[in-house]
């Protein structure tokens, strides 16, 4: 089978391509220009150059593929929300009426549990309204959830739409490498008690998702949250890092709703003289200060989805990761895919 990943050089996207090598399958990759693509030629991935925003580039893409994964997608840096929404809801928009016209057999759509919100604070199901946070991430995520939906109601092509928990693993500077070099340096803080879940899963676990719904008869036409639903709270996901790298647990408390109103002055007041990302930021804020749980019931029943790695342990393996120093290793295209915009390919 021929399968396309966009977002190939991510740490999804990496983990991914293992399984399907491991499978047997053809793996395409649409990566940009500005993107070293050189680890993926040396894994046997056929690199085709394009970007999502310019839909004039996707046909040699999505010419005889059987399977697309959408996993490309702006996040993780402080952005105009109509550069999100260019590459988040207009760019999944081209992929999507491109793999249309391909007579793509299966479309994998990556949406985020960020578009239920943050800080609902019981397990949210799929059926749950949407009501994102204000980060352009969170709202175009929820954009571009919303089109797939609409899209895939009138479409042949089986669609299915994931909606992840937060990643990390081994290879991660966006989530666990930041945790853990604040734990490092003793820096940590808890927002509040630290009692609240925080929504974080395994990046094998994740895939593993990412499989069923790509294989799994009763996967399309659905859209399933992907995730761990035993989380840990804030203060013991914050110790288990702290032990494992040799830091120090935090023990500075700080008040959560002094702190997310003192972002909220950072973005709208302080942010627009210094430019930049503020110091602090609403979602950052309710990411890690507000309880964020998610059911994987619907996935557990009808894909046969289970998260296999406790998340104690695979704070393990990331730590290991991190105790070798991999935030000294040179930054690899995994951080081009997340924090260019696509267009950027075209200047």
């Not at 294989?215 to 890092?241: C, V, W």
């Not at 830091?247 to 959560?256: A, C, D, I, S, Y």
């Amino acid at each position: 089978m021929k399968v396309l990943i966009t977002g190939a050089t991510g740490l999804l996207g990496g983990h991914l391509i293992k399984e399907l090598q491991a499978r047997g399958e053809q793996i395409r990759a649409l990566v940009l220009p500005v993107e070293n693509a050189d680890k993926l030629v040396a894994q046997g991935v056929e690199v085709v150059r394009g970007d999502i925003t310019d839909p004039n580039t996707l046909g040699p893409a999505v010419k005889g593929v059987d399977l697309v994964f959408h996993l490309a997608a702006m996040m993780g840096i402080w952005r105009p929300i109509s550069d999100y929404r260019m590459v988040n809801v207009t760019g999944t928009e081209n992929l999507y009426k491109a793999a249309q016209v391909a007579n793509v057999r299966r479309f994998v759509h990556t949406s985020s549990h960020t578009v239920y919100g943050l800080g609902v604070g019981r397990f949210l199901t799929e059926d749950a309204p949407f009501h994102p946070d204000a980060h352009p991430y969170s709202r175009t995520k929820a954009e571009g959830d919303r089109l797939m939906r609409r899209m895939m109601l009138t479409s042949e092509m089986e669609t299915v739409i994931l909606r992840p928990g937060s990643f990390f693993g081994p290879g991660d500077r966006l989530n666990f490498g930041r945790m853990a070099q604040r734990m490092k340096d003793g820096k940590g803080i808890i927002i509040g008690r630290g009692d609240n879940a925080l929504p974080f899963c395994y990046i094998t676990d994740i895939v593993q998702g990412f499989m069923l719904a790509a294989y799994h008869e009763k996967a399309p036409g659905n859209a399933y949250n992907i995730t761990n639903d035993r989380p840990l709270t804030q203060s013991e996901m914050f110790n288990e890092i702290a032990d494992a790298v040799g830091g120090k647990r935090p023990t500075l408390h700080v008040p959560f709703l002094p702190l997310f109103y003192g972002s909220i002055v950072a973005e709208n007041v302080i942010q627009p003289v210094l430019k930049g990302e503020p110091l602090v930021t609403q979602h950052g804020v309710l990411m890690f200060g507000s309880d964020n749980k998610h059911s994987i019931e619907k996935a557990r029943r009808e894909l046969g989805f289970e998260p296999k790695v406790d998340l104690r342990e695979g704070i393990r393996l990331s730590a290991a990761w991190f105790n070798a120093g991999g935030m000294n290793q040179p930054t690899t295209a995994n951080q081009a895919t997340q924090n260019t915009s696509l267009s950027e390919a075209k200047k």
